[in-house]
């Protein structure tokens, strides 16, 4: 089992940065692959941004070039750097990981550990 706890959410201003970061514990030597979804309310939840185990990212086109996805490897930690929010980025965010060393998509299907989810907000 893997255990995926999120922390650094909070309330910004359009315009401003936030950095999420997840804590993973447990078998983590089985999941290679992890990422970033969120879940807006009213709407359906999205991915955001994966990253394999050899440090591959991909992002969703909403995101690219504000989000960045990075690891460290050596504190089994996940980070989402976000900039220039924006009022349409309020959500929660989930931390999710996958069995193997790739992602390849973002669809939730690939990916068997999910957080709790951390809140973040973004007003204008």
């Known amino acids: 089992q893997v255990q995926l706890v999120e922390s650094g959410g909070g309330s910004v201003r359009t315009g401003g940065s936030l950095t999420l970061s997840c804590a993973a514990s447990?078998?983590?030597?089985?999941?290679?692959?992890m990422g970033w979804f969120r879940q807006a309310p009213g709407k359906e939840r999205e991915g955001v941004a994966y990253?394999?185990?050899?440090?591959?990212?991909a992002y969703a086109d909403v995101v690219k070039g504000r989000f960045t996805i990075s690891q460290d490897n050596a504190k089994n930690t996940l980070y989402l750097q976000m900039k220039s929010l924006k009022p349409e980025d309020t959500a929660v965010y989930y931390c999710?990981?996958?069995?193997?060393?790739?992602?390849?998509?973002?669809?939730?299907?690939?990916?068997?550990?999910w957080g709790r989810g951390t809140q973040v907000t973004v007003s204008s």
């Open positions: 999710v990981a996958g069995s193997g060393d790739n992602c390849y998509t973002l669809e939730e299907y690939r990916y068997r550990y």
């Open positions: 447990g078998d983590t030597y089985k999941t290679g692959c």
């Open positions: 990253i394999d185990r050899d440090g591959y990212t």
